[in-house]
């Protein structure tokens, strides 16, 4: 990373992934929780956005939780914009599109003088085993408009929502997170764009099959990869834009690539159920999919993806 990490919150060590804070890891017909259905046995959320294709059940929870510890060794903290003696002090942050909320109660912990407000379509942060007090959870669309006044917020994150909006809708996020935000305060945006570098060929074409599956519903993933020119016209100012490359199965810490290899074939097979439908894909090729791909990354292949991360300010 280019950026001086000072006011990083920083770990030295990834933990393991947390238990999932909604328990419907392995779904049935007859143990369906009440507002999922059943998708080639994961659990969709019925109020979840249809353009979103990977699972809201337990074992996706899981895996996202391992995924915040990945990408916070990597990244090197939480956060990297230069608010930590304001943290301290106390101001308002907002979590966009949350998640399991894993985020949030871990920096509402370390600053238990600030107040963070998250919100998610929907409510799989709902079950947490510990919230902490300086904590607000909301089920909100950001896509219908953030339930907040303008200048609400002295610091507002948003993370993985490369394949949450279509690519005409980005415009319309971006201006809903600078409207909330305090003139002056800080706008950080940390992403992946999908895109798999030096990956072998069965895993190559399962990208692109997911690629073609995102467009269908308007999604390009790689959008965010060159923000800039729409945080601009957004009204952001003093962008920044900086990336981490994350290597899958492979690299120095033995560890990490293993655990990122995980995340992405955990990833491979939530998309399944959404892909085989949207391409006709019949379940023996994307068996050799998942089978080739455990064999390609970080063995024949040093594959790897880059972590995107946006730092910018609404104008004083």
Not at 4 to 27: C, F, V
Not at 79 to 107: A, F, R
Not at 160 to 173: E, G, K, L, Q
Request: some cysteine.
């Amino acid at each position: 990373m280019g950026q001086s990490s000072s006011n990083h919150s920083r770990t030295g060590r990834i933990p393991p992934a947390k238990s999932a804070l909604i328990e419907n890891a392995k779904l049935s017909e007859e143990k369906l929780p009440d507002g999922f259905k059943l998708l080639h046995g994961r659990g969709f959320k019925e109020t979840g956005s249809p353009v979103y294709m990977l699972p809201n059940d337990g074992s996706e929870a899981d895996r996202l939780n391992g995924q915040h510890y990945q990408f916070r060794y990597l990244m090197q903290g939480n956060y990297h914009v230069p608010l930590t003696e304001e943290l301290e002090k106390g101001i308002k942050v907002i979590d966009v599109g949350c998640g399991t909320g894993i985020w949030t109660v871990e920096m509402a912990e370390q600053f238990p003088a600030s107040h963070f407000t998250a919100t998610d379509i929907t409510d799989i942060y709902k079950n947490p085993t510990k919230i902490p007090s300086n904590c607000t959870f909301l089920q909100v669309d950001t896509r219908d408009g953030l339930p907040f006044e303008d200048n609400t917020f002295d610091y507002v994150f948003q993370r993985h929502s490369s394949i949450c909006f279509p690519v005409d809708t980005w415009p319309i996020v971006l201006k809903e997170l600078v409207r909330v935000a305090k003139p002056g305060a800080h706008i950080e945006l940390v992403e992946c764009a999908q895109i798999l570098h030096d990956a072998g060929p069965s895993t190559a074409r399962w990208a692109e099959h997911l690629f073609r599956t995102l467009m269908m519903r308007g999604v390009n993933a790689r959008y965010v990869a060159s923000m800039e020119s729409a945080l601009e016209a957004a009204g952001m100012v003093d962008i920044y834009h900086d990336y981490q490359s994350a290597p899958v199965g492979w690299g120095p810490n033995a560890e990490l690539g293993r655990l990122l290899k995980l995340n992405i074939m955990e990833s491979i097979k939530g998309f399944r159920p959404q892909m085989t439908i949207a391409l006709g894909i019949d379940d023996n090729e994307y068996d050799r999919f998942i089978e080739n791909s455990e064999a390609e990354l970080g063995t024949t292949h040093k594959t790897y993806f880059n972590i995107e991360m946006y730092t910018a300010r609404k104008p004083a």
